[in-house]
């Protein structure tokens, strides 16, 4: 499934590693999805609120349904995020530019989620975004 397709099909976007800090790209990415109809929820244990929303400190305890498991975390702390969004049920794990974790996405997809590596969320709809104009 292509980048669009994934977009296009779901809404409920889970940010792991959502900063309070608005300078932060975690915050813009959110920030742009929420402003173009996306349910966006903050998943990070050091906040218990971003941008007026609930802020939970794992994907395991989000108690609305979860599509898209948007991940802001190092390479090397991916693997127990795609553990988590398998057992929530989410259809796709997205990490953002410059996160490559080979193993977790292997995980990912012979649990039979969409995986989408190494591309912003933000960038890919912008450019669906302007193919619709």
Known sequence: MAEAEILTRYRNV???GLSSDPLKPSRKVAVYLAEHGYNVIPVNPKATEILGK???PSLSVVPEKV???DIFRRPEDVMPIVEEAIKVGAKVVWM?????????????????????MDKCIRRELMKLKHKQV
Do not use: M
């Not at 490559?100 to 995986?115: C, F, P, S, Y």
């Open 67 to 69: 599509e898209i498991v």
């Open 54 to 56: 609930k802020s939970y």
């Open 96 to 116: 953002q530019e410059g996160i490559v974790n080979e193993a977790a996405a292997q995980k990912a997809r012979e649990a039979g989620l969409q995986v989408v």
């Open 14 to 16: 889970a940010v792991v």
